[in-house]
C-alpha cells in the first residue's frame, strides 16, 4: 500500500518521497485514514513504528485543507502536540516542518530552559501548530500570551511517560482551558491503567489502535548481552569499541554523575565521546545532540531522559551500559535503533545485580537473548541463565 493511497494531498506526498518512505508503516496505515475522518484515536506505539508521521501527516492534511478559509488570529493556535521532553519537543517539531515543507503551515517548539521571551514574539501572530511540554504551555498560557478558543485538535505524545515525569496535574489544568470540541489523540507506548484514566477524562467514544506488540524482537535489532562484573564494565566498553571498531553508539546509563565519569574513563583510553543528560543547559544538550547526529560526535553518553525523544536516523548502536529497571525503559532504548526498516545493534552489559531485570525483559521479549564472551574479562559473580517466568522471592505465593 503507497502513501498515495490514504488520502493525503500532492505536497505531502511530495516531503514523503523526498524522505524516501517507501511505504506506510502499520501504525500509519491504520492511523492516518482514521484522523482525516475526524476520529478521535488512542494508539499504543512503541518507538520505531513510524508514530510521529502516523499522527503529523494528517494533521498537516487537515490543517492545510482548511488554510485557504482560515485567518488565524494573534496568539492563536490551531493544534497542540504535548511532549514529554524537550527534546521530543524539538523533534516532533523538525518533522513537521520536514513533512509540511510544500505548505503554508506555521510550527512551532515550545519548552523552558530557554529564555521565554522570543517564544511569546513568535505567538503575537499566532501558529498553526505548537508542540510543547506541559510547563512551558502553561506559563504561556498564564502570561495570556496565548489563548486555546482557535484550537482544533490536542496530541497527547508519550502520554505514559508524561504521566511518569508527573505532569498529570499540569495536563488536566491545559485540558481544561481547551475548547470541549475538538479532535483527541493520544499515543503511547503502553496503555498502562493510569493512561487508560487519562484516555477517559481526555477523550470520549475513541478508536483504539495497537501496534506496538513485536517492535522488540523484530529481527533487525540484534540483541545481546555480555555478562561483566560491575567494575570491568568502563574497560570492556573501552576493547569492543576499538577491538571491534565501532564507529558509533549511544550509551545508556543511569546516573548524571556516571556519565560525566564514563566519559573521562573513555577519554584516558583515547576514546572521546560526550554525555547528555538533566544536568546540562538546554543548549548545550541540542549542540551535543546536533553534533552526533553529524557525526562530530561518534559516542553519546545518555542518561535515561534522552531514552524517548532522541531520533538519530541511522543509529547503528546502542549500548545498555546499566541494565534499567523497568522492561519499558530497555523496549525504547533499543528503539533508537533499526529504525524504518533499517538493522540496528542493541548490546546489554548485565551484572549479577541485574538478573531479576534481565528475566523480565526476556519474559517480555518471549525469548532469551543471546550471550557473548570475550576474553579477558572473566565473571567472578555469575549470571545465572535467566528463567522467563521467574518471580521474585518477595512477590512468590
Given amino acids: ?25 502499520a501504525i500509519q496505515k491504520r492511523v492516518i485514514p482514521l484522523i482525516l475522518s475526524g476520529k478521535d484515536v488512542i494508539a499504543a506505539a512503541q518507538t520505531g513504528t513510524g508514530k ?37 519537543a524539538v523533534q516532533v517539531e523538525a518533522s513537521i516542518r520536514q513533512y509540511g515543507k510544500y ?13 521565554i521571551e522570543p517564544q ?16 512551558r504551555l502553561l506559563d504561556m498560557a ?4 496565548l489563548h486555546f478558543d482557535e484550537l482544533e485538535v490536542l496530541v497527547l505524545d ?36 493510569d493512561v487508560r484514566a487519562l484516555a477517559r477524562r481526555t477523550i470520549s467514544d475513541a478508536v483504539e489502535i495497537s501496534v506496538s506488540g513485536d517492535i522488540a524482537s523484530k529481527p533487525k535489532i540484534d540483541q545481546w548481552l555480555i555478562t561483566v562484573d560491575k567494575g570491568n564494565k568502563s574497560a570492556l566498553l573501552s576493547h569492543l569499541i576499538k577491538e571491534q571498531v565501532w564507529t558509533q553508539a549511544l550509551i545508556f546509563i543511569e546516573t548524571k554523575h556516571g556519565a560525566a ?20 543547559t538546554q543548549v548545550v544538550r541540542e549542540q551535543i545532540l546536533a553534533d552526533f547526529k553529524s557525526g562530530k560526535i561518534q559516542f553519546l553518553v545518555a542518561t535515561g531522559i534522552a531514552a524517548r525523544g532522541l531520533d538519530i536516523g541511522d543509529l547503528v548502536r546502542v549500548v545498555n551500559y546499566d541494565l534499567p529497571d523497568q522492561v519499558d525503559d530497555y523496549i525504547h532504548r533499543i528503539g533508537r535503533t533499526g529504525r524504518a526498516g533499517a538493522a540496528g545493534e542493541a548490546i546489554s552489559f548485565v551484572a549479577k545485580d541485574n538478573f531479576r531485570n534481565l528475566c523480565a525483559i526476556e519474559s517480555r521479549l518471549g525469548h532469551i537473548i543471546k550471550r557473548k564472551e570475550f576474553d579477558g574479562f572473566p565473571v567472578k559473580k555469575i549470571v545465572p541463565l535467566s528463567i522467563l517466568n521467574y518471580v521474585p522471592k518477595n512477590k512468590r505465593t
Fill in 52 to 88: 510521529t508521521a502516523s499522527f503529523v501527516l494528517p494533521l498537516l492534511e487537515k490543517l492545510h485543507q482548511e488554510h485557504v478559509e482560515h485567518t488565524l488570529r494573534g496568539k492563536r493556535i490551531r493544534a497542540l502536540i504535548l511532549t514529554p521532553t524537550r527534546e521530543l
Fill in 158 to 193: 508519550e502520554a505514559d511517560r508524561m504521566l511518569d515525569m508527573g505532569f498529570i496535574d499540569d495536563i488536566n489544568k491545559i485540558i481544561e482551558r481547551l475548547p470541549q470540541q475538538r479532535q483527541n489523540l493520544l499515543f503511547s507506548a503502553t496503555i498502562s491503567d
Fill in 1 to 25: 500500500m503507497p502513501f498515495s493511497t490514504l488520502g493525503l494531498c500532492d505536497p505531502l506526498l511530495k516531503a514523503v518521497a523526498d524522505l524516501d518512505y517507501s511505504k506506510p508503516t
Fill in 261 to 280: 565519569k564514563l566519559v573521562s574513563q573513555l577519554e584516558k583510553r583515547g576514546i572521546a565521546a560526550e554525555s547528555i543528560h538533566g544536568g546540562r
Fill in 142 to 145: 498564564h502570561q495570556r500570551a
Fill in 103 to 115: 505548505l503554508e503551515l506555521s510550527s512551532m517548539a515550545m519548552y523552558g530552559g530557554t529564555d
Fill in 120 to 135: 511569546k514574539q513568535r505567538l503575537i501572530w499566532g501558529i498553526d501548530i505548537i508542540v510543547a511540554t506541559p510547563g
